[in-house]
């Protein structure tokens, strides 16, 4: 990673003030005497765009000249959170910009908070995205992603009587200073109607498919700002519209309303993200969506890839390689083989060869209810000629197999792309590795499981093409923007070169053992509590106590994610002072975000039931100077940024081998949080970063975990042998937490007792319980603690989404960086 040179960048504070001024008139139409908060974040934005608009002219230029290869990252989701206060850092402009602001009588932090996240993503997969594009600014990278412009990004939450609604987010609804629409480059996608098979002269079968409905995709630029700000990238969303042409039959014919009624199908396309994390939604409207951005996302980079090379196709993978994030645009696979063979009237070979050098796929997930199955009869309505192309792919590469492993038709039966049930399935993963040159994993142990348990045959077939690249979190919003007392700190303690190398944070090592800088650390952390506190009791009411351990748990809610272990180990904790009031226990606020999917009514049932166990802790008198549990509503980027730099304590406790990766774990320990987490995911790469002395390891591995499942698992065995853990779930079928209202959270009880206790919960409770009696001894110990935070924050330097991206480079993209002047 290089270091970020500002130097090009020369605004002064002058210039800013008369820039904001100068759009709160012309652009907003107010004087500064009339203007809101709301009002100047708008000219605030729009002073800060105009700089990123030079600066993207400047790139796509110099990226045109020299007609560079390009990653193209296909994702559904793209979670950005709120972008001023990102681009003002990236421009080196933030202090300059917060005085400017304070001269003009407004509060920086204040205006900052009146922008709405763009929160077009669920959870770890969107944010990646995110933090990728920033990095490959940053790096210099030519790159474009390629999503979604959906209207409504995911669900607002809130808390009615402990349980979550369901809110619209409208994100757009005051619009978004930050968006360009480019109607010059709206694309058309055809959907449904069928395929005629026609013969040439030359006894060539031609394929022409008539479609039903065509839908036009307007392209949305939002620019993506490196540190730096020397390139600066676009991020390019389609929304979807009607096409007139189309409809002008109809309105013809005198079918006004008929014509109306199809401009509404049309614009539902990318109306609403589906809220589900982890698992299949199998609706026809996201395979729709699905297939609406990559099909205007392939015609878009053909058009370009033309406008530079004409008809020459022999280039084309040596200019365009295209990242899909998950099997969600795996379907662009079968278009550009439509295009190259059906348009372009390539031979199936050389169209094969291309597709084949362009994609690569990234696997975010094991779990068999996320794994992307689309049934054939689904596809052969919406995309007739795909369903032909899919079923061509897979008998050749069932030739293929059929070679290797000659007669082995069980081998075929698992690797075809088409799984043969009462209702054939597509299998999205299967058609991703079939049709990429790369395939890669999250972490180490995500990427050894996807090589061993998901894809074993696969390995044999094409060795190498199964990789790994440890994820990553962009440095400058989640440590430099997010945590600026700690960004002083730093700066001051070793320089400031470490948002862009984030090793360099290694030599706060050195540190570690020094009392003064442990207690200018901790200090910084409880400034931090603080201001957490502060927007704890602007939230909830709840008051907190600053001095007790903050204990954080902050990810979608999933039972794999397992925050019903935290929940009843928290239960236990009051427990145990009820029993005993001199049990020894230092104060814990735990504080929970989550969002669960709304038809996932299991993880409703755990939101509701921490907080019913929060609202009695929290009311109790006997405990409630020792424990409160907090559940802050409508988790996000944002207030991610809030609860992170605040934290003591991480909770990263999924079953092991259930968590790809994670990255909220990453940016905990950055911000000098502990871990206390299972040996899954990047917890294992975490743990070997920090040393065994620095994180709070408890649970099974993977190992134990499959074993003990092989042996055959039974939550009964525990609850019948552990009092405590037998105390904890009667407690949930008692009245105790839902006066009145006995039963209500029994469902909890049942999914770890007679629901089997998927996620074994109860095997690892004892274990979980003794390591937080240990993080409890250690916190007691400030200078150990401290020592431990420093050391966390000291050794993240390799989850910088940098060193995600230098990967990426070096093993799958082969990119080169082009420099902007
Ligand atoms: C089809 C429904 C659906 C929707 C989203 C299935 C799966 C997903 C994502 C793959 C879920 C996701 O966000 N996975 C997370 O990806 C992160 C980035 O790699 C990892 O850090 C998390 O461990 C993984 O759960």
Redesign the pocket.
């Known amino acids: 990673a290089k270091s970020a040179d500002t130097s090009s960048i020369t605004y002064s504070k002058a210039q800013i003030k008369q820039s904001i001024v100068k759009h709160l008139h012309s652009t907003l139409g107010t004087d500064e005497n009339k203007a809101n908060n709301h009002a100047w974040w708008k000219a605030t934005s729009a002073a800060m765009q105009e700089l990123v608009l030079e600066r993207l002219r400047t790139t796509q230029k110099t990226h045109y000249i020299n007609d560079t290869r390009a990653v193209h990252y296909f994702s559904a989701e793209f979670l950005m959170g709120r972008l001023l206060s990102n681009n003002m850092h990236n421009f080196n402009l933030f202090e300059t910009a917060d005085a400017a602001l304070k001269e003009l009588g407004v509060e920086l932090t204040d205006v900052l908070e009146e922008e709405p996240d763009m929160a077009l993503g669920?959870?770890?997969?969107?944010r990646?995205a995110a933090c990728f594009l920033d990095s490959l600014a940053t790096m210099d990278l030519p790159a474009i992603g390629y999503g979604i412009h959906y209207e409504h990004g995911l669900f607002r939450q809130e808390i009615k009587n402990g349980a979550q609604i369901e809110r619209p987010d409208s994100w757009r609804h005051y619009g978004n200073p930050w968006e360009i629409c480019r109607p010059e480059s709206i694309q058309e996608v055809p959907l449904f109607g069928y395929v005629e098979t026609k013969y040439g002269a030359n006894g060539r079968v031609k394929k022409e498919w008539h479609p039903g409905n065509i839908v036009k995709g307007v392209p949305w630029d939002i620019p993506i700002v490196g540190y730096g700000a020397k390139t600066v990238n676009v991020l390019r969303l389609w929304q979807s519209e009607s096409s007139d042409y189309f409809n002008w039959d109809v309105f013809n014919s005198g079918g006004y309303v008929d014509a109306q009624r199809e401009n509404i199908q049309a614009e539902t396309i990318s109306k609403v993200l589906y809220p589900?994390?982890?698992?299949?939604?199998g609706k026809e409207l996201r395979l729709i969506q699905q297939y609406f951005f990559c099909a205007c996302s392939l015609k878009d980079i053909i058009r370009r890839y033309k406008r530079a090379h004409g008809d020459d196709w022999s280039r084309f993978s040596e200019q365009v390689v295209i990242q899909l994030n998950?099997t969600?645009p795996a379907i662009a696979i079968p278009e550009l083989m439509r295009i190259l063979v059906d348009r372009v009237e390539l031979d199936w070979d050389t169209a094969w060869g291309i597709c084949t050098k362009t994609f690569a796929y990234t696997n975010?997930?094991l779990l068999p209810e996320?794994l992307?199955r689309w049934p054939v009869r689904m596809i052969e309505k919406i995309l007739p000629r795909h369903i032909e192309i899919i079923y061509e792919i897979n008998h050749r590469f069932l030739s293929l197999v059929e070679k290797k492993w000659p007669g082995n038709n069980v081998i075929k039966a698992k690797l075809s792309i088409i799984e043969e049930s009462t209702e054939k399935m597509v299998r999205m993963g299967n058609l991703s590795v079939v049709g990429s040159f790369a395939v890669n994993g999250?972490a180490e142990i995500h990427s050894k499981l996807v090589k061993e348990n998901l894809f074993p045959e696969f390995e044999a077939l094409w060795p190498g093409k199964l990789k790994n690249v440890t994820?990553g979190i962009t440095p400058r919003r989640w440590l430099k923007a997010c945590n600026p007392l700690l960004s002083e700190l730093i700066g001051k303690k070793i320089g400031n070169d470490w948002p862009s190398d984030l090793t360099r944070l290694n030599k706060l090592s050195e540190f570690a053992d020094n009392t003064t800088f442990q207690n200018q650390f901790m200090k910084v952390k409880q400034k931090n509590k603080e201001a957490l506190a502060a927007e704890i009791k602007h939230l909830t009411g709840i008051s907190v106590d600053t001095k007790a351990i903050f204990d954080i748990q902050i990810k979608r809610l999933h039972e794999y994610k397992r925050q019903h272990l935290n929940l009843i180990h928290i239960m236990a904790l009051y427990k145990r002072l009820l029993e005993d009031p001199s049990y020894d226990m230092h104060p814990r606020v735990f504080i929970f975000g989550a969002k669960a999917a709304p038809g996932y009514t299991l993880a409703k049932d755990i939101i509701f039931a921490i907080n019913k166990v929060a609202d009695k802790i929290n009311n109790d008198p006997r405990v409630n100077h020792i424990i409160k549990v907090v559940f802050l509503p409508n988790y996000r980027v944002s207030l991610a940024e809030k609860m992170i730099p605040a934290a003591d304590v991480s909770q990263q406790i999924s079953t092991a081998g259930k968590?790809?990766?994670?990255?909220g774990n990453m940016k905990l320990a950055l911000n000098g949080a502990i871990t206390i987490g299972t040996l899954d995911?990047a917890n294992i790469e975490i743990a070997e970063e920090v040393g065994d002395d620095n994180i709070f390891i408890f649970g099974m591995t993977v190992d134990e975990v499959t074993e003990l499942s092989k042996k055959g698992y039974n939550p009964f065995d525990i609850y019948y042998h552990n009092n405590e853990v037998k105390a904890v779930l009667d407690w949930l079928d008692t009245d105790y937490f839902t006066p009145g209202q006995p039963g209500a959270l029994s469902s909890l009880k049942n999914s770890m007792l007679s629901g089997g206790d998927p996620y074994m919960c109860l095997a690892d409770y004892e274990s979980y319980s003794e390591a937080n009696r240990a993080l409890n001894i250690a916190y007691r110990d400030k200078s150990r603690w401290a020592k431990m935070a420093i050391l966390n924050t000291a050794k993240m330097g390799k989850f910088t989404s940098d060193r995600s991206i230098a990967d990426y480079v070096e093993r799958i993209w082969k990119l080169t960086p082009c420099t902007v002047e």
């Not at 669920?122 to 969107?126: K, R």
């Open positions: 669920n959870g770890g997969l969107g990646l589900n994390d982890e698992t299949r939604a998950d969600h975010h997930t996320a992307e999250v994820n968590e790809a990766s994670g990255t995911g």
